[in-house]
């Protein structure tokens, strides 16, 4: 946890000093997992075992509140956890690891034990997941020609290098060795991408190198793709939702098919909900009500089917994480819909499956339910002042470092700026030789990834959108002068997380005006956590305009709570939170117009600081000069 925020575990720093010791008792003991090929089920510790698991992720729930979430997934009466790694949360940047903070699996993986919750772990090294670039690090994209998920040398040798500093950590949390991690995933969904046998084989053979031959290892497609997702000597499962009411003997004997030595049922990704994009259909998405679910957990219950649920509890799309589909980007609320909601309390699906659990005769994890409302916490009319454009920022040097800035004759892109996300200013000096060539003002910036917003000098004139849903701006027009610089902000929305296509992010070709290529570029990635300082550069101009800057400051007293930041009055951009990135908001577009704010962000008693990012308007709570808004805390989310 942060410091301040520190939440007592007593056992934690014990279970990984003894972990050397346990691991030798449990050895004697004959502690393992296995697979009953015979019987068609799972042993553990030499006893059959089936799990009902929920997935939770914590790359999207403060390490502050992993065991509130965790106990929660117990007190259902759940006995076991799925939860993804992804490879660029802990290698952003090559070759430099984290594994601390919110980033530390391990502690992650000894609450779960702590809560007598059995791990099934799933490394990727692609993971989708509705997560950034489906988990892959942006700086793959600067090898040219890689082959992302395949045995291309270049990515190949990238993915079990990854591997390599990986499961060494992991190997020591595997049930055999005295932790809760029952068994491991290999890819993800790979049938629905590839059918590359060699890819599929190393990952395998890597994964048995590491954790030994006798880790229990799977893989899981949706049924009508297993084909090419079955791994020789993996133990192959299947995924499926609601279309499993009427399909579930047919998804199970197609999974039968491909294990002809036999094994359990098991459905790795139940989905109880569904993830919602920017214009995209409203949270929580109904498109498994309670009933529903309740059916499915049923139907699977009945035919001796292990099963888990994507998700149990969702979380949060922090920072700049959040993937994307073809046509828009994943919202910053990965609420899902979950039996367990984005704040952490319970639903009404939540009892539905608490309920059915408590009537299994014998069920060695009972639930022991007890209420979970989400405390939460509001406050109205919280000041801030207009602190000045991107422009006045980057002129008086601020918000950037200078060893960073790049000068090329064409666009640079994110990837070779080593900007994984976020924003990156890109200006061109207009020369006279350039505009004696112009024919007429028409501006071409087709290659602008996602969202463009585009400046002469200092004044704005337009905004490009050329990836996203649901109004796709291409072009614009520009009048324009020798001597006038044309700067365009440009905006990554997120990286697709399926089919993991090379997405690009930046100006990934040579803009045009009046048919004259813009050469000649000087690009500066935006560190744009740094308007949480809050010091405000002299103003040029007068105004609102895109890109403008909103800082506040604000004692919250000692009786706080989880709250949520109201956006539903502003346009488009980012909020952060005491310096910590809580996420995008595009309140004109919806269906998210409020942001979740875990209380381990807050300080009781003590100064908070909010800025916000804008991107598109000027809020109505706001005086018409812009010079001072006002912003609300509210207790409850707006999905």
Known sequence: ????????????????????????????????????????????DGQPFRYIAGSVHYFRTHPAQWNDRLTAVRAAGLNAITTYIPWNFHETFEKQYNFSGWRDIGKFFELAAANELAVILRPGPYICAEWENGGLPYWLLKTPNIGLRSSQPDFLNAALGW?????????????????????VQVEN?????????????????????????????????????????????????????????????????????????GGPRVNSEYYPGWYSTWGGAALPNQQSSPESVLEMT??????NASFNYYMFHGGTNFEFWNGAEYDAGLVTSYDYSAPLTEAGAANEKYKKVADFISKIPGWPNPPSPTPRPSPSFAMPSISLKRMGNINEYLKNGMLFTASRVQTSNQPTNFENLDQPFGFVMYETTVTAAQVASISGNFFNGSMVRDFGYVYINETYKFTLSTHFKPNTVTS???????????????????????????????????????????????QTPIDIEKISEGRAPPPSLTGFRPADV??????????IADTYIDMSSWGKGVVFINGFNIGRYWSTHGPQKALYVPLPLLKPSDSNTIAVFELEKLSSDCLATGTYCTINLINHPIL
């Open 1 to 44: 946890a942060d410091k301040g925020q520190a939440v007592a575990f007593p056992t934690m720093r014990l279970f990984r000093l003894g972990l050397i010791f346990s691991s030798f008792l449990v050895l004697i003991e004959g502690r393992t997992f296995s697979i009953d090929y015979a019987n068609n089920r799972f042993l553990k």
């Open 163 to 183: 591997w390599d500093v990986l499961l060494p950590k992991v190997e020591p949390y595997l049930w055999k060795n005295g932790g809760p991690v029952i068994m």
């Open 189 to 261: 969904e790979y049938g629905s991408f590839g059918c590359d046998a060699a890819y599929r084989d190393a990952l395998r053979d890597k994964a048995i190198q590491k954790l030994g031959a006798d880790t229990v290892l799977f893989t899981t497609d949706p049924p009508e793709f297993i084909k090419c997702g079955a791994i020789d000597g993996v133990y192959a499962t299947v995924d499926f939702g609601q279309r499993g009411l009427l399909l579930m003997d047919e998804y199970f004997s197609i999974q039968r098919k491909h294990n002809p030595q």
């Open 298 to 303: 049923e139907k699977m219950f009945a035919r």
């Open 476 to 522: 614009g027009r520009l009048t324009v002068s020798a001597g006038d610089v044309i700067r365009i902000l440009v905006e990554s929305q997120g990286r697709l997380t399926w089919e993991t296509i090379k997405d690009f992010k930046g100006i990934i070709g040579t803009p045009t005006l009046g048919g004259v290529p813009l050469l000649n570029w000087k």
């Open 550 to 559: 909103f800082y506040g400051e604000v004692a919250l007293g000692t009786r």
